[in-house]
């Protein structure tokens, strides 16, 4: 079985200041893995993905995340936050096609952004 | 790239009423859709995985005779809540595997009354 664990329900950082949500992983096999951002009473927007070879990833709006396997992480980083940044950050693990490649989520990261 | 279009957006029903929510691949075939639900201030629970053709497969605690899901066609799933309650009320999202990941639709915010 796979699971995400996101620590800290809950960052708030100052604009032009470094973004660190964390998220770690349990999977029996080679774990595919997501970032997405939510917006209040929308969809998931897809951040970046990690599924197999660099294991630093770069993804839109200047986000990146590096995959760990030694320590089981997946933390998303952008250098300097914007007030746009402001949302909700859900980091997502699957299987590849194994057991229907199933899309299991943490429980979500609300950033918040100071001016 | 691959869209998914999730239709109602919001619905009020009363309750003891049934709703349907669709989610149709526009430009992809959506062999399998995943069916999730949120509650406020809370993670997406995965609720079903449908594949095309064949009974959706649910995820434990979930009730198959309340949340009714039909993927008849590779372009279109379905999510019935039938006899719904005030304790359905929830935003439901569809996710669609695609080569490249997975795709969402834009979510349906559901309000029993």
């Known amino acids: 079985a796979q699971s995400v664990t996101q620590l800290g329900s809950h960052v708030s950082v100052s604009e032009g200041a470094l973004v660190l949500l964390r998220c770690n992983y349990s999977?029996?096999?080679?774990?595919?893995l997501f970032w997405y951002v939510q917006y209040p009473n929308q969809g998931l927007q897809l951040l970046l993905k990690?599924?197999?070879?660099?294991?630093l990833v770069k993804g839109i709006n200047g986000f990146e995340a590096e995959f760990k396997k030694s320590e089981t992480s997946f933390h998303l980083t952008k250098p300097s936050a914007h007030m746009s940044d402001a949302a909700e950050y859900f980091c997502?693990?699957?299987?590849?096609?194994?057991?229907?490649?199933?899309?299991?989520f943490g429980q979500g990261t609300e950033l918040s952004v100071k001016p | 790239g691959a869209v998914v279009s999730q239709h109602p957006s919001w619905v009020i029903c009363k309750s003891g009423t049934s709703v349907k929510i669709e989610c149709r691949s526009l430009d992809f075939q959506a062999t399998t859709m995943f069916w999730y639900r949120q509650f406020p201030k809370q993670s997406l629970m995965l609720m079903a995985t449908?594949?095309?053709?064949?009974?959706?497969?649910?995820e434990q605690g979930v009730e198959k005779d309340k949340f009714l899901i039909n993927h008849a066609s590779l372009t279109l799933s379905t999510l019935t809540v039938t006899s719904a309650h005030p304790e359905d009320s929830s935003f439901y999202i569809c996710?669609?595997?695609?080569?490249?990941?997975?795709?969402f639709g834009s979510g349906t915010r559901l309000t029993v009354v």
């Open positions: 997502a693990v699957s299987d590849g096609n194994n057991q229907g490649g199933k899309l299991i």
């Open positions: 996710s669609a595997r695609t080569d490249g990941g997975y795709t």
């Open positions: 990690y599924t197999t070879g660099a294991t």
């Open positions: 999977s029996s096999v080679p774990p595919y």
């Open positions: 449908s594949n095309e053709g064949s009974k959706a497969t649910y």
